[in-house]
């Protein structure tokens, strides 16, 4: 935010004047514009606040906080070429780096996720609970790498997508079955998505950005925990039922109450 005041201006002969006081504020410029003493208007004026030099020279105003001395420094930092972020401000190079890598992140799990739910949709597999479940996730997913990459042009660094590899297209397993194998392989997803969050932390935290620690924090590492939590116990319940009948039932439960994670 630019600080804004009505400085006191100095006259010649020692008067002083608020700006933009009316008619005696006008008369007395125009006599100072005239006067041949005077070569320029913009030497007459002299605000203290703009005013120039070292600390010395300047008006004692008995204040702590000097708004346009102190902002000067800022205003030298404001770029001027248009490539770059005027927002930027304490973000570092890593860090930046560090967000673009989790989008990718959060995009590879939403793809892994979306596989998923095309064979769960597949007519000779036909488990519309567990498509649903995946098919959210998969969204789920793409909207935590949309919100790193709002977040990524919130600080002022700019978004660089990477690859995404290709995933599996075949989750059947000949010991555990399509169902238990896509869900450990969930569970381990999510772990491995909890590892890379701790790192983006971990970055912030070096860098004493404060304020991307706490968007990690409380935008994804609760709910991250939640999800590895409810991954866990659909795999436990998946291991205990086996392959047979038992899945269809679990696949029902997904249809009328699962979530996404
Ligand atoms: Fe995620
Ligand atoms: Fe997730």
Redesign the pocket.
Known sequence: MLLRASPAIFLPNGATAAAGTGENFAGSMLSMMSSSSVSSPSAAIVCSAAKGGSSNSRPITGVVFEPFEEVKKELNLVPTVPQQSLARQKYADDSESVINEQINVEYN?SYVYHAMYAYFDRDNVALKGLAKFFKE?SE??REHAEKFMEYQNKRGGKVKLQSIIMPLSEFDHAEKGDALYAMELALSL?KL?NEKLLHVHAVASKNNDVQLADFVESEFLGE?VE?IKKISEYVAQLRRIGKGHGVWHFDQMLLNEGAA?
Do not use: F, W
């Open positions: 799990v996730s789920e997913e999510e998505t991250q999800a994670v």
